[in-house]
Structure formats: C-alpha cells, structure tokens
C-alpha cells in the first residue's frame, strides 16, 4: 500500500510569494490533517479536512489555508509568505478520525528567502 | 504557550541500557497521550499511546508511564538498541474529535553501540 506523498519535497521561494503543497492520502483515507515543524515552535498543528470539510483549524493566520478534493487529496496555500514560513510542512492522513490511526507523509521543506 | 513539553532536547544512552525520555503538560483537561518517532527526512510514526483511565502502558521494549497527579509522562525503551536513535515526541489531542494534536518539541536520543 503505497504511503503518504507529498509534493514538492523541496520548494524556495521569496518574500511575498505565495505556495501551494500538495497532499496525496493513503488510499481510502479520508481525513488529513497539516502540520509546520520549525526549529524554534516544533510541531504545530494548522487544519485538519474530512471528507472535504474543514473540521478543525490551528492558531495559524489567515495567509495559511487549504482545501481537500473529493478524491480526498490536500492542498495547502501560504499567501504573502515570510521568512518565519520557512519550515517542514507535513501531512497526516488516517482512516477516520483518531490520532493512533494516523500516518504522516514525509513532508515538504519550505525555505524563504 | 507549549501545553505539552519535552524539557530535554537531546537524550544519549548507552546500546542495551535504558532510555527514558520525559514529557510534562499543562492541561488537566488532556486526556490521552501519544509517543511518535520520527526519523531524518521521514514523516513522525507513531509508537505507543496511554489513556488517563491507565497508569502504565506497555508494548514489547517501549513502556508508556502516566502521572496524573504531577502532569508528567514517560517513555522508557529497554533494551535501547541503535535503531532506536530518532527523534522521539510525545503529543496530546485537543479535543475528542478529529485529529488535532499539540506536540512537544521534541527529544532526540542517540543510543551509542
């Protein structure tokens, strides 16, 4: 069973810029969740979408949002990005809703310069 | 504010000796905690979870330990073997629904053959 994937796995950009990550689930899945790791915050939880809805939203402003298709991949945009948005942005899918169930893709690396 | 918290960021053990990593929280209200590992460049797996309702939880070299009473957690690994250098996160849902977690910030151990 092929496993989480995440595209680009690298990604520079500048100041102002604005991304788009991709999220592909395991097959079946219908719930991903997106998180930032940095050195300086750790791990931080941003949305969480099923079923295409967004069911729950991290402490994270407006310029973050994503969406999810209903082939159940993910999309994640970072508008107006800025140096702090320099970070490892994973994604998690799981079957249903329960955080023992979930498995994390590999993430992308964001760097801004 | 960091509601759960790996106050050492780097652990360094010894191969067949113990490793005990620590996890302290804030919110009475967590009720359920979860261990995840995460190698360099792969997304976090997760280990070992423990229910407030249990003490002690335990799954072949890894033992989850729960103190309610001081908000403390902690993974022991025993046998430490060199496999098992990674770095290691304890992680809380914020509510009974989805998958929303808050993450410590993390403890990298190092097992020395």
């Known amino acids: 069973k092929a496993g989480v994937t995440q595209t680009p796995r690298y990604l520079i950009k500048t100041r102002g810029q604005q991304v788009t990550l991709s999220c592909s689930p395991i097959?079946?899945?219908?719930?991903v969740s997106w998180y930032q790791q940095t050195p300086g915050q750790g791990l931080q939880f941003l949305f969480e979408?099923?079923?295409?809805?967004?069911?729950n939203k991290g402490n994270f402003p407006g310029r973050f949002s994503g969406r999810q298709f209903s082939n159940s991949r993910s999309e994640m945009n970072v508008s107006t990005l800025e140096l702090g948005d320099s970070a490892l942005y994973l994604c998690?899918?799981?079957?249903?809703?329960?955080?023992?169930?979930?498995?994390f893709g590999p993430g992308t690396r964001l760097l801004v310069l | 504010d960091q509601q759960v918290k790996q106050n050492s960021p780097s652990l360094s053990v010894q191969e067949g000796r113990i490793s005990i990593l620590n996890c302290d929280y804030t919110n009475s209200m967590f009720d359920y905690f979860l261990w995840y590992k995460k190698y360099p460049a792969e997304g976090p797996t997760f280990l070992i979870s423990?229910?407030?309702?249990?003490d002690k939880n335990e799954d072949g070299r890894f033992t989850v330990f729960l103190n309610k009473s001081a908000k403390h957690l902690s993974l022991h690994i025993v046998p430490s073997q060199p496999g098992d250098s990674a770095v290691y996160f304890c992680a809380a849902p914020y509510s009974n629904a989805g998958n929303m977690l808050t993450f410590g910030g993390g403890t990298r151990l190092m097992v020395k053959p």
């Open positions: 423990i229910s407030s309702i249990k």
């Open positions: 998690a899918s799981s079957l249903e809703p329960g955080p023992e169930t979930q498995y």
């Open positions: 097959s079946g899945h219908r719930s």
């Open positions: 979408y099923f079923s295409e809805t967004q069911r």
